[in-house]
């Protein structure tokens, strides 16, 4: 929205909104008051159709007594139906068997007066019921007089109420009209009305009326609508609205008057200011006065002047960042060299501030910094790379803190592997998710505040050429080239992270399958050239998914956790520990023979055997798990000529040692032509008795 817009919007909500507001309160307040005055005329009208119906019952009974309390009850009822008192009579025995009714009874259903409760439904009548019973108080029957409830009955109610009434057939959705004293035109809304009506509560109609309900209740027991007309005047509204409007057009052609007016001066500043921006340095604004749109066209035309100044500076300082800046790029894109690409940011940050010299520190793992790649210093570090303690000098509190900082030292007071320099600039390297503080950079931060997160490390410069200290160029400046330093130690750190990952097992921690392959191939090779020899071992855990089974898939992964820790426990460092899948390991033994594998295997299956392991079993129940592991020995080159035979030999070796009774080892025995037979011939049972010489290979332990 415009400036115009804006004004033109403010001016007509101060004026309009105290018009909208008083009209609205006008409405609400007329129709609130003409509720009510509604509701208390429907109040009254309710009251006078149950003190009516109350009238009609009292009556009706009466009627019913003169009839109980004679002998001739044929007579007196034909007499009480002649003076209008009720407009039938039925006398019935104790059986309910009709003994004597008067001509012309009213339609039924009757609706007794007396009912305990209130129901709905047709009503053809009101009745009044009066039991006849002898001296000794034994019923003999009952005298009921009738009232027909019919158009002239809900007409005298509407006579007496002063409101129009409607009986309805039936108090449940869809409701009907039985009777009703509305207009044609307007029964159709009332009965709309009526069928969301409940208790006392009082509603309106699209046309202006206003409706409740009157019954059924005790002692009334007719549903009944009453409804009375609006007091409210016809045309409120359409005045209220045009009342509206007329405010609302004089407002909007005084407020676009004076938003004109005001925006005048402003169009010439814009337009100017348009023209600098597009390049025209030269543009002005006419400055007409004194006031604040005066004064701000005066800025305005300073600001163009002084920009023209700093064109040419900028142009060049911002040729040579790109091409610092590309250079950086190539290099994160083409290596994962970690000390070439800090080496480049280095160089890069030292040229675009003009800084003598500089250092990138990481983070080691005892917490303190370690420099990874410094420039421009003579005789730093002296002896091996340099380490700066957390929190402790410039850099080491710039890690601490997450803080960057610049300053000026007068007397040195660092640590002593941090360098000597008279001005400073340092930055850290903060990591994916770790904010950098915007406090002020100027002088050391406070060493006991903590970071949000520990940082990669810090980028810092020394001694700025020229001898001037370090300003906010150059503090921004470099926290591109530490933002720069940040990505590529996380990439190359989740690097090296993933390629781990994607070679190792998660459960047991142990190297997997892919890495098998690539170094049985690789031992394989270095063992043919140099004449040695490399065994295999195929470890498979004994009746393991009886384990599963018996406790749970978690205590199965318990024990093949606990089991790769025990070989791991077992094994030279040289060794290398696989989990092929499922319970079934791999280890791979270089320069050791058949007998430095059998060492091996002999103290495997024994380290396993001895020691059962603790689990948690189902309803957390701890138990132990006695467990123990069959093992297959395959050599090269004795057994086969090339890693995927020999680890096929180790399988069969395996296999041979499940048929033998499981809790042993087999060695694989080699056929004339070199094939694996893997029969188990060459094996010895696991225990003591085994017995196997000590590998001149060096697994005789």
Not at 421 to 447: E, F, S
Request: net charge neutral; proline share 7%; aromatic share 4%.
């Amino acid at each position: 929205m415009t400036l115009r817009g804006r004004l033109t919007a403010a001016f007509l909500a101060v004026a309009l909104g105290p018009v909208l507001l008083g009209a609205g309160f006008v409405a609400a307040t007329v129709t609130a008051v003409d509720r009510s005055r509604a509701t208390e005329r429907l109040a009254v009208a309710a009251t006078a159709v149950r003190t009516s119906v109350d009238a009609l019952c009292q009556q009706l009974r009466a009627a019913a007594d003169a009839v109980a309390l004679t002998t001739d009850q044929a007579d007196v009822a034909v007499q009480v139906v002649n003076r209008g008192l009720a407009a039938a009579i039925q006398v019935t025995d104790a059986t309910g068997r009709v003994r004597h009714a008067t001509p012309d009874p009213p339609p039924a259903p009757w609706r007794d007066c007396t009912a305990a409760a209130p129901a709905g439904g047709t009503v053809g009548a009101l009745v009044a019921r009066v039991e006849l019973r002898d001296s000794a108080g034994t019923p003999l029957g009952a005298v009921t007089a009738a009232q027909p409830v019919d158009p002239a009955f809900v007409a005298r109610l509407a006579g007496v109420t002063g409101a129009a009434v409607t009986l309805l057939d039936g108090t449940a959705p869809p409701v009907q009209v039985a009777h009703t004293t509305e207009s044609p035109g307007g029964r159709e809304a009332v009965l709309t009305a009526a069928a969301s009506l409940h208790d006392d509560r009082v509603t309106s109609t699209p046309d202006g009326r206003y409706l409740r309900r009157a019954g059924p209740t005790v002692g009334q027991p007719l549903p009944l609508v009453l409804s009375v007309p609006s007091d409210q005047p016809p045309g409120l509204s359409a005045v209220l609205v045009g009342v509206v409007l007329l405010a609302a057009l004089v407002g909007v052609a005084t407020a676009w008057r004076l938003a004109r007016v005001t925006t005048r001066p402003l169009v010439e500043l814009a337009d100017a200011v348009d023209r600098v921006v597009a390049g025209d340095l030269t543009a002005r604004v006419p400055v007409r006065g004194g006031d604040e749109i005066g004064r701000l066209a005066g800025a305005v035309n300073r600001m163009a002047r002084e920009t023209g100044g700093y064109l040419a500076a900028l142009a060049s300082s911002r040729d040579q960042l790109r091409g610092h800046l590309a250079v950086l790029g190539d290099t994160l894109a083409s290596t994962h060299d970690l000390h070439r690409i800090l080496r480049v940011i280095l160089h890069s940050a030292l040229v675009a501030t003009g800084a003598r010299a500089g250092a990138i520190l990481l983070t080691g793992p005892d917490g303190g910094l370690v420099a990874q790649c410094v420039e421009g210093f003579d005789g730093w570090p002296e002896a091996g790379p340099p380490r700066v303690p957390l929190a402790c000098g410039a850099v080491g509190a710039v890690a601490a803190t997450g803080q960057p900082c610049r300053g000026r030292l007068v007397a040195y007071a660092g640590p002593p592997d941090e360098p000597r320099c008279r001005t400073y600039l340092a930055v850290p390297l903060a990591g994916p998710g770790t904010p950098i503080g915007d406090r002020p950079a100027v002088g050391p931060p406070a060493a006991t505040s903590t970071a949000a997160a520990p940082t990669l490390g810090v980028l810092a410069l020394y001694d700025r050429l020229g001898g001037t200290e370090f300003d906010d160029d150059d503090l921004a400046r470099l926290r591109t080239f530490a933002g720069h330093a940040a990505v590529a130690v996380h990439n190359v750190r989740v690097h090296e992270e993933t390629q781990r990952l994607s070679l190792t097992d998660p459960l047991t921690g142990l190297w997997n399958y892919r890495y098998l392959r690539e170094s049985l191939r690789r031992e394989v090779e270095r063992a043919n050239r140099f004449g040695r020899m490399v065994s295999v071992l195929a470890l498979d855990l004994d009746r393991f998914k009886e384990v599963n089974d018996t406790y749970g898939h978690a205590a199965g992964d318990a024990v093949l956790v606990e089991f790769a820790r025990r070989v791991r426990g077992e094994i030279r460092e040289v060794d290398l520990a696989f989990r092929q899948g499922g319970e079934e390991f791999v280890v791979l033994l270089p320069e050791t023979d058949a007998r430095g594998a059998a060492i091996v295997a002999e103290r495997l299956g024994a380290s396993v055997r001895a020691n059962p392991v603790p689990v948690t079993g189902h309803a957390r129940v701890r138990r132990s798990v006695p467990v123990t592991v069959s093992i297959g020995i395959a050599v090269y080159p004795d057994h086969a000529e090339s890693g995927p035979r020999v680890l096929a030999a180790a399988d069969e070796a395996l296999y041979a040692a499940k048929a033998a009774g499981r809790d042993t080892w087999r060695v694989a025995s080699a056929q004339p032509d070199g094939e694996p037979a893997g029969t188990g011939r060459t094996g010895q049972v696991g225990g003591a008795s085994s017995g196997p010489h000590p590998s001149r290979y060096g697994h005789g332990r």
